[in-house]
């Protein structure tokens, strides 16, 4: 507080933005009372109308899928090098820039998505080669030290060379059609498309881990990076790789986000923290406890907006506090 | 005074206090003084985490949580209550203290990362609560309306010359306790624990009990941080609990040095000095703390403090072979 960090306390935290579609106006409860942080009628209310559950479903699941696209890198990282990348969120955001640009210059969303996913996939190697890999081994707090100087670094630079305002990206015109309406609720085709790209993420990650050779080499460097180093594989090309994947799913989530969340310098700084939440949760290491856990977290982010509109981070925090305390290794994880 | 660590620190933080309350004497400068009563609460907070971080090994990221306890316990006790200044102030800590306990009897059986995080959901959850509870704290807008600064023998805190001589006062005192508590008995635990747990355990050190007692500590005396950060900024506000204030304590703590009891005032004082002066040339005070924190952390790969020692040791060591 002292050092009162200049960024924009107006902002919403996290991902809350998502959870009310910006167009169209969500039904009934736009009416919901703001002054009341507990509001279990509006709850109650709203899971006897299809309606209100097929539209909070929704939004919990864009910012549930968003999440894993981030907690997946960070989860992954973690897992084959040991490293806490406190600097995931930057990806994120440089993602989210850099797509903005391309689109600009290109005009084609499917290219601006393209250019932020790979922009920050080789934006991880060289993050990973140039000062992670300087720190290997050292104090947790030493990584932390030198993730959170660049998340500084880049935060400005983000500001000189886009402006420290808000930018929109606006809906891809493909997309600016009406609406989908299932059952009464409001789906947007383009929340639709970005589950179902994530969702095909997912699986491609999954399967890619368990059936390909990299993913065998990965997940053999995750319990014993010595043994693979010495059976003949380059784990320094495997640690950059890993990092590329890494980097290049948070810029992916970024370039996916920007359409619906405005882009900010520091905007970084909130998914980090959430995507840290969903990776302990789902167990350090483990991509399927980071996908069931994002999806939880993406759930009480949409329904908490009904019923504890001012305390749906207190309530993520609870259920943090409350999973580890009954399975300190997270839901997946394995007991060290 | 070798054989008498205690005397030596005791003789060292009144020579320090003697210089700081001495100054206003020879030259006023406002700027000066708001730095020394924003660096006495700093440096409480950072040296009460390094207890845990530097002390005992524990990586606490939600330290900020016993900053903003503090801070909201003694300005609501002013507030709603008669009680005087120091009254408040010990009672404050005392809230505090318990608040750390209960947490801390929470998480300290939890491995190092979980550990980590843990404390830092805590610290998120006391965050929430203070934003949406808002007729008590105010919510996001913090405890406003300002804290009376009530005169205690004859001590007026809204004059900036006596704020600063309370907050260096207070803040050596604390310094001189938690010197004492990491060079007790209890301090060599924590060490040994930091060093070896299995040892420690093994020697009949019950783990979670010292754990228990170090973190509870450290959280009373980041409340006490706390309490003097209230005072100056008369009001408290949610950023003293938010997350980036629990980072700038471990900044503080890595660029001064972990393993030296002065660093973290140290660092405390280089991290405001360099926000002042950074602030006042550009606005883009992030990026130049940046590049120093990749600079020093790469280039030192220690705190400042640790590494002027490794320094001098190495040319003890070269003049011993010699």
């Known amino acids: 507080m002292f050092l009162s960090p200049a960024r924009g306390r107006g902002q919403v935290r996290g991902l809350q933005a998502l959870c009310v579609p910006p167009h169209p106006p969500s039904p009934p409860l736009g009416e919901r009372r703001k002054n009341r942080s507990m509001d279990f009628e509006a709850l109650g209310a709203c899971f006897t109308t299809a309606a209100c559950v097929v539209t909070q479903t929704t939004s919990g699941l864009i910012v549930g899928m968003l999440l894993f696209l981030v907690a997946a890198g960070v989860t992954l990282i973690f897992g084959v090098l040991k490293v806490v990348n406190f600097a995931h969120g930057t990806f994120y955001m440089l993602g989210g820039y850099v797509a903005y640009s391309a689109l600009n210059v290109t005009g084609s969303y499917t290219l601006a998505v393209l250019a932020g996913a790979l922009a920050m996939a080789a934006f991880g190697v060289l993050f990973e080669r140039a000062l992670i890999s300087r720190v290997y081994g050292s104090n947790v707090l030493m990584q932390l030290l030198i993730c959170y100087a660049v998340v500084l670094i880049f935060d400005d630079l983000v500001k000189i060379v886009w402006g420290p305002e808000f930018h929109a990206m606006g809906m891809p015109p493909a997309f600016q059609v009406p609406p989908l309406f299932i059952a009464g609720g409001v789906v947007p085709p383009f929340y639709a498309v970005l589950i179902a790209i994530a969702a095909l993420i997912a699986i491609v990650l999954g399967l890619g881990l368990s059936r390909t050779r990299l993913g065998k080499t990965v997940r053999a460097a995750a319990i014993n990076p010595q043994m693979v180093s010495a059976l003949g594989v380059n784990t320094t090309l495997l640690f950059a790789i890993v990092f590329a994947i890494g980097g290049g799913l948070a810029g992916l989530a970024g370039a996916l986000a920007a359409p619906v969340r405005s882009l900010s310098p520091g905007m970084g700084f909130s998914i980090l923290i959430e995507s840290f939440i969903v990776t302990v949760i789902g167990g350090m290491g483990s991509i399927a406890g980071a996908l069931v856990s994002a999806l939880l977290i993406g759930m009480v982010r949409g329904f908490g907006t009904i019923g504890f509109p001012k305390f749906t981070d207190g309530l993520i925090y609870i259920v943090m506090i409350a999973i580890l305390l009954t399975r300190p290794q997270g839901l997946f994880g394995r007991r060290q | ?322």
Not at chain 2, 44 to 54: D, E, I, K, M, P
Not at chain 2, 85 to 101: E, R, S
């Open chain 2, 1 to 322: 005074m070798r054989e008498r660590p205690a005397l030596r620190d005791a003789l060292i933080a009144l020579a320090a206090l003697v210089v700081v309350l001495a100054i206003p004497f020879v030259h006023r400068s406002p700027a000066f003084e708001d730095f020394v009563i924003r660096v006495s609460a700093m440096a409480l907070f950072a040296t009460s985490l390094n207890l845990l971080v530097g002390t005992t090994g524990m990586v606490s990221f939600g330290h900020g949580m016993f900053y903003g306890f503090g801070a909201y316990a003694f300005g609501l006790l002013m507030q709603m209550t008669d009680l005087s200044l120091p009254v408040a102030a010990v009672l404050a800590v005392a809230m505090t203290t318990v608040a750390a306990l209960v947490v801390g009897a929470i998480c300290v059986r939890l491995g190092s990362d979980y550990f980590a995080f843990v404390t830092l959901a805590f610290q998120m959850l006391f965050y929430s609560v203070i934003i949406s509870w808002q007729s008590l704290t105010g919510g996001d807008q913090g405890l406003r309306g300002g804290i009376p600064r009530r005169e205690f023998f004859g001590f007026e805190l809204t004059s900036q010359l006596n704020l600063y001589q309370f907050c260096a006062v207070v803040a050596v005192l604390g310094l001189l306790a938690l010197r004492h508590i990491s060079e007790s008995r209890f301090g060599r635990t924590l060490r040994m624990i930091r060093d070896n747990e299995h040892r420690a355990a093994f020697l009949g050190v019950v783990l979670w009990r010292a754990r228990l007692g170090a973190f509870t500590l450290a959280g009373g005396f980041a409340g006490l941080g706390g309490v003097l950060a209230a005072l100056f900024v008369s009001g408290a506000y949610p950023e003293l609990a938010d997350w980036p204030n629990s980072g700038q304590a471990i900044f503080a703590v890595m660029l001064g040095g972990i393993g030296s009891f002065l660093g973290p005032t140290l660092g405390a004082m280089i991290l405001l000095a360099l926000n002042d002066a950074v602030t006042r040339v550009t606005e883009y005070h992030g990026l130049v703390l940046g590049l120093v924190i990749l600079v020093s952390a790469l280039g030192l790969r220690r705190g400042v403090l640790d590494y002027l020692r490794l320094i001098r040791s190495r040319r003890v060591s070269s003049r011993e072979v010699r």
